[in-house]
């Protein structure tokens, strides 16, 4: 049994990973994932006894963290962040008081009493609960941190510290709260309403209750609610949700509409085509919001890190104290050393700036238009190295056009040619026969018997008892070509061509330019792959696969490269599985392709790999940036404090102020820019 419930009141990374660890031990849970950055847990339990685990589920959320609680449903936490504030800034004013009262001893030790307690209370509440389960975390730090400056007669210190910490745990709430506001923003597509037709009247509805074949009035401004296709009107349809460019669009009768696209000009009638559990819309909020629940190599590496990182951080406070006490001979300023030690080495900069680096990561590839399902995927795109591509549908247009007719018989006219090859194909369901239809658009009626389509390989009819077939014929000039046979004798072949995307050889280029190699495995002739391949600029491809082969072939180069493969169609999907990255292309491609890639670009467009690739790159970058300049500068200020050289505000500063310029540095991949 799954189980989602929403997150109120979680502040810190260090303490989702924290939760998220005390949850997994509940008997009955079989997995769970603290998703920080959405605010979410994820929950596998057993269904025997699930409303006794679910109770225990709740209580030990509360046990670990007391501040956090989690609900069915999200709810506005606006207005305890308000209180928050308030109470933080009394408790500031009456600290600085403090100051001009120092010789009235109950007075001064009232407000400093008060001060600290405003502005800490959730701070020493936390601790205090957690400390009677034996966790221990930052909250433990701070606290002992206070009560040890206050022991040694640094009062004021301790109060600072505690001032500086929780400005700092308001100011990294906010941040995350503006994060995770910018990705709702970009992912927040969902239509609120369907207005139906019942009748000779309008009925305003639920999305979800929306059947297959209903028919639902899009009017100018609105978000169309499921996918459809037109049966009314035309109108301009924004897509910018949907594929990030925001080119306008004209639809009309006949055309399919996804949802989430916004009627701009006139109102239309549209025929829904899925359930809204199906539609366009409803998959990439599914990929996005679910997204950051498959952690990266590099969230993984600091998830294990921080579980053990708080008790050495004690225990290293201890040989501080231990060693200075020895050497000193000053128990009060060997004390002090072993506070500044634990405030520094809070590890918070590390466990909320690299889920929420990836998270941002995901959002900015969101509006472009690019869904990726993981964070890990993220890791994988800025490793490339090779990237192979099915040919048709995702270098090609995958739309065939007939170029060239060639009647063989002379005893055949041209019109009387393309009525029987119309005869045939109008009954078959290939993308070669529906172009060969749409090009001989005035057919004369001619009556078929015995129609049998040979998958692979053609379709064979009768006409007045004359037996035909049709199929591929063998081409050097790199096009598809089928040919009409009676008899096994040729009357006629016709020449299609299936159109490059005019972005293909650019995006080759240009991902050669990024040190990322391209091939083609595709199971079309290899006249046609090889034409294809050298029109692109593609060196090495591979032709007349079927999918095992795909597979085969993956499988094979993913054991020693970083690879992505990249396709549209149902036969796709094993070699989208096994590669690094599998990549569909199309939002409305085949279920089964977009379920099994890691990747989907909603509007086929190949350069969006390319913004793949860099804003990847650009996360990882970042990530690691952040890490790098925490570990230097608490490594830098653990040591300054352990030699007595800084005091305990220049320790809050190595926890709160990297923590909060690591944040700020994980906000610029929203911003990120491709040049």
Known sequence: MNKEYNIVGLDCGHCALTLEKYLEKIDGVKSCNVNF?????????????SKLITKKIFQTTKEVNPSVKLTDVSENVKNANIIDIILYVIGLMLGVLVVFVPMVRW???SLLIVSALLMGYKTYYKALIQLKTFKINENTLITLSLIGAVAIGESMEGLMVIALYTLGKLLEAKA????????????????????????DREQKVKPEVVNIGDRIVVRPGEKVALDGVVVEGSASVDKKHL????????????????????????????????????????????????????????????SKFSSWYTLGVILSSILVWGISWIVLKDISTAVYRGLIFLVVSCPCAFAISVPLTYFSGIGRCSKQGILI?????????????KIYFDK?????????????????DKKLSKQKFLDIVVAGEKNSLHPIGKAICEY???????????????????????????????GKVESAIGKTV????????????????????????????????????????????????????????????????????????????????????????LNDAPALTLSSVGISMGIMGSPATIEASDVVIADDNLNQIIHLIKISRKTRKIAWGNIIFAGITKLTFLLLGALGITGMLFAVFADVGVTLIAILNSLRVLKYKDK
């Open 37 to 49: 950055s959405t605010s979410k847990v994820f929950l596998e339990i057993d269904d025997v006894n």
């Open 176 to 199: 995350v709260r503006y994060s995770r506001q910018s990705i709702s923003m970009l992912i927040n597509n969902q239509p609120e309403f369907a207005m139906i037709i019942k009748g």
């Open 107 to 109: 007075l001064y030790w």
């Open 482 to 569: 089928v040919g009409l046979y009676q008899n096994e004798k040729l009357l006629g072949k016709i020449v299609l061509q299936d159109e490059i995307k005019k972005e293909a050889k650019m995006t080759i280029e240009k991902l050669s330019g990024m040190e990322v190699s391209s091939a083609i495995l595709s199971g079309d002739a290899k006249n046609c792959v090889k034409s294809v391949a050298k029109k692109v600029g593609i060196a090495e491809y591979r032709a007349e696969l079927m999918p095992q082969d795909k597979f085969e072939h993956i499988d094979n180069e993913s054991k020693n490269s970083v690879i992505a493969f990249v396709g549209d169609g």
């Open 243 to 302: 594929t990030g460019e925001s080119n306008a669009k004209i639809i009309q009768v006949g055309d399919v509409i996804e949802s989430g696209s916004i009627v701009l000009d006139s109102t239309i009638v549209v025929e829904v085509t899925c359930e809204y559990k199906d539609s366009t819309v409803s998959k990439i909020l599914n990929l996005v919001t679910n997204a950051s629940n498959k952690k990266s190599k590099t969230e993984t590496i600091i």
């Open 373 to 385: 399902k993981g964070s890990n995927f993220i890791d994988a795109c800025a490793k490339l190295q």
């Open 440 to 470: 001989h658009k005035k057919p004369k009626e001619v009556k078929i018997d015995n129609f049998l389509e040979i998958a692979g390989k053609g379709i064979s009819f009768e006409i007045k008892g004359k037996q035909y077939f049709i």
């Open 392 to 408: 048709t549908g995702t270098i090609t247009t995958g739309k065939f056009v007939v170029s060239k007719v060639d009647v063989v």
